[in-house]
């Protein structure tokens, strides 16, 4: 097995990183380094070899101290390469984070094996990410939906709803602003202009676009964001109100994207959830309930408490 070392975001070949991302059979848009980029103000990486596998280290300092953290925009990181990832190679990955991370709070992906992590100040805690292969005809598709989920869609039939393709992030983010957003105190503005930044540059680079629902007063009320790289698609946005609610709008875009997509080669990813109900709303679609792991490490001298309180 190749040497793992720390590199320096300056000093990472981003060619050769890039390569080893899209090479990677079960590979994330997190880990591009554009990607990176947009969402964090400074990452390393960890590098195997002559870039055999890499993972990166998206960084933040308080108080003079330098940690790990997962940024807000990447649901899970972790190591990427064109070969099946080993818990050999998962260790000496881990084993390669320089000391000088007092408190590592990373999330590795689902394809990164955690059985045999341990070590002092270490703790796995399991995530759940749900996903859906769109590779099976629509018909094969839809028989696979809950009963809950086709009733949804047969409600959502009896309004008036029209698909719109050409809004811009600007008017969904607007929306779950007016409306979930006013319950998640733990949003602020910045999280709000990082998140329509993403969803700019994706649709720039023609890897990201946005469907809308309007109702029969052509008012939006439900939305979502797909970021498509690759053989997979990510939910990265949604948002709806009350109309969108008791139209269930929401599932009648989902459903129109499948009809859409069914029979194609790519894998259709919720981006979660660890919440319980909206869980269930992913599976409700016929999709598969896997586990990607968040890895702490946390050597601090104080409580963590300390920390996240001043």
Known sequence: MSVVKFVEGKDIDFDKWDAVIQ????GNMYGYSWYLDMIVPEWHGLVAGDYESVMPLPTAKKFGLDYLTRPYGAQQLGIYSKDPISQELVNAFLSA???KYKWVDIYLNQHN??????????????????E????????????????????NLKK??????QLFEHDSPDVLVSLFQRNK????SNLTEEHYSKIKHIMYVLMHKRKGYLWTAYDDRNSICAGIFFADIGNRVILLFSANDAYGKESHAITWLLDTYFQ???GGNQIFDFEGSNIEGLKQFYLGFGGE??????????ILPFPLRWLKSN
């Not at 859906?132 to 009733?151: A, G």
């Open 260 to 262: 859409a997509k069914a």
């Open 97 to 99: 984070i320089p000391k």
């Open 181 to 184: 957003g006013k319950t998640l």
């Open 23 to 26: 090479r990677d059979p079960y």
């Open 289 to 298: 309930a896997l586990l990607y792991h968040r890895v702490i490490r946390n």
């Open 132 to 151: 859906l292969s769109l590779e099976v005809r629509y018909s094969s598709l839809f028989e696979s939906y809950s009963k809950q989920t086709k009733r």
């Open 156 to 161: 959502a039939q009896k309004f008036p709803l």
């Open 113 to 130: 094996p955690v059985e045999g992590i341990s070590g002092r100040g270490i703790t796995v805690t399991p995530q759940v990410n749900v």
